[in-house]
Structures are given as structure tokens and as C-alpha cells.
């Protein structure tokens, strides 16, 4: 059964689907491999510029796998592992999603629509770019099953996102809250009817891939650094080679030809 589907009819914005509707796109292992794969996949991609990621069925993701009565561990290395081994396995596996979905070369849009509870909030917030339907519901629910809401990254993103004091209300109470709330907030760039839902995704992914492969790149790589820098300096020397690199490529002098001739620049591949 393939759980992802990958949608490449616009070579430069593939649309990746979460596609086990039947059970609302949980977090199995099975599901959770696919994303990886996919990730890397598109990541070395050169002809797909913007990902956009979404679920099938009535919601994005409702989070861990709980069909058996708990969460299902099925990850790689866990084979012949005991009780704790196992667990970290798949814990690490889930983890692992977060990190190659954040740390993915192209920028990643969530197209959230229904629920994105627990793991769910957690892939969604590891994406760049965030839209949602008017119908979205997130929470983090970790805590409200026993554990710590501090869970596949989500302590660290969601701060650096909304703010640490309203993240740490949401944590705490693990309540749910919806699409007004989370726009509000700036948790969710914009919020949409669900029939706008992937156009809306696709025109953003459209501005970002219109522009050159090198500053696309280097702005991801660059936000994510700059956002752990201890200091203001640190910032700024990376944004400084950053800046040198990208002259050399000649695409700013062609956006100023380009400006001049009225017409859209030509960029140069990275």
C-alpha cells in the first residue's frame, strides 16, 4: 500500500499527499518511512523548487497510530529490541520525520485541512509556509495522553513561531484551537475556504519558485542558522557570504537588465 502520493504534474511544485485516509493519515511507521523517503527524494530533485505537503481524506494528520490501542512501532532498528529499545526506535523515527521534513534543501508549504492534532501540528509545524482551510483544527495533544507535550520538535518550533508565552498555553493546556486562532497567533499565513485550499498553497509556492534556485536556498538555510545564532554578529557574517557568493552568480545583474527590459529575469541554475 503506498501511504504518500506524489503529485508531479507541475514539475517545479510537486504535492505530496499523506494518503491513509481511512485512518485519518496516523502516524504508522509505514507512513512515517514514506515521508522520509519522499523528502529526500524531492530534495534532490533539482527540477522541483517548492513542496507543497497535504493529507487525503478529512484531515491533514490526526497524529500518532493508535488503531491497535497504542501507538504502533514499527521503525527501522527495532527489530529484536525490548520494550525501551523499541520505543526509542520508533520515538526516533518520529523525530527523524520532523527533521527531514525542516531540513529539507526545498521549502515545504502544509496545505492543513480537518485535523492536525499531536503529530500532526508537529509535521505542520515543520514546514516553512503554512495555509490552512477555515475548517483546520491543531492541537497538541501529548499531554492530555499522560505525556509531555514537548514532543517531535514541537517545543522548539513552536516558540521560535508564536511566541514562547502563548506556546507554552497551548502546550500546557493542550487544548485545540482553530483556523482563526492559529492566524491570529502567526502560526498560519493564511486561511482559506477548503475548496482554495491547494490553489491557495500553489500560488504561494509559485512566488517562492519564481525566484532564483541560489537565493531560495540560501534564504532557507540562512533563516533556520540565523534563527539559533547567539548573536545579532553571527547573523549577519553568514548573511554577508551569503551575499558576496550570490553576486558572483550574476543573477543580480541580470534582475537589473531584467527590470530595465521589463520583463521577468532569466535566472541562472545554482
Not at 501507538?71 to 529484536?80: K, V
Not at 477548503?194 to 540562512?222: D, F, H, P, Q, R
Amino acid at each position: 500500500m503506498t501511504l504518500v502520493d506524489v503529485d508531479r504534474s507541475r514539475p517545479a511544485v510537486p504535492i505530496v499527499t499523506l494518503d491513509d485516509p481511512a485512518r485519518y493519515n496516523a502516524l504508522s511507521g509505514s507512513l512515517l518511512t514514506a515521508v522520509q523517503h519522499t523528502c529526500r527524494e524531492l530534495g534532490n530533485d533539482r527540477e522541483a523548487r517548492v513542496v507543497v505537503l497535504r493529507g487525503a481524506g478529512k484531515g491533514f494528520c490526526a497524529g500518532a497510530d493508535l488503531s491497535g490501542g497504542g501507538i504502533q512501532q514499527a521503525a527501522p532498528g527495532a527489530e529484536g529490541r525490548g520494550k525501551v529499545g523499541t520505543l526509542l526506535a520508533f520515538q526516533q523515527h518520529l523525530s527523524d520525520t520532523v527533521l527531514t521534513i525542516h531540513e529539507c534543501p526545498k521549502p515545504v508549504i502544509a496545505a492543513v485541512h480537518g485535523a492536525a492534532i499531536g503529530g500532526g501540528l508537529s509535521l505542520a509545524l515543520a514546514c516553512d509556509v503554512r495555509v490552512c482551510s477555515d475548517d483546520a483544527t491543531f492541537g497538541a495533544r501529548y499531554i492530555r495522553m499522560g505525556l509531555s507535550s514537548c514532543e517531535m520538535g514541537t517545543s522548539y518550533l513552536l516558540p521560535r513561531i508564536v511566541g514562547m508565552a502563548r506556546a507554552a498555553e497551548l502546550l500546557l493546556t493542550g487544548r485545540d484551537f482553530g483556523a482563526p486562532e492559529a492566524e491570529r497567533i502567526g502560526m498560519v499565513h493564511r486561511v482559506v475556504p477548503g475548496e482554495a485550499l491547494v490553489e491557495a498553497a500553489l500560488e504561494t509556492a509559485g512566488l517562492i519558485a519564481a525566484n532564483s534556485e541560489y537565493g531560495v536556498w540560501t534564504t532557507k538555510v540562512g533563516l533556520s542558522a540565523a534563527c539559533d545564532a547567539p548573536t545579532l554578529r553571527h547573523a549577519i557574517e553568514l548573511e554577508n557570504r551569503c551575499q558576496v557568493i550570490g553576486a558572483l552568480t550574476g543573477n543580480m545583474l541580470e534582475a537589473s537588465r531584467a527590470f530595465q527590459e521589463k520583463r521577468e529575469p532569466e535566472w541562472r541554475p545554482l
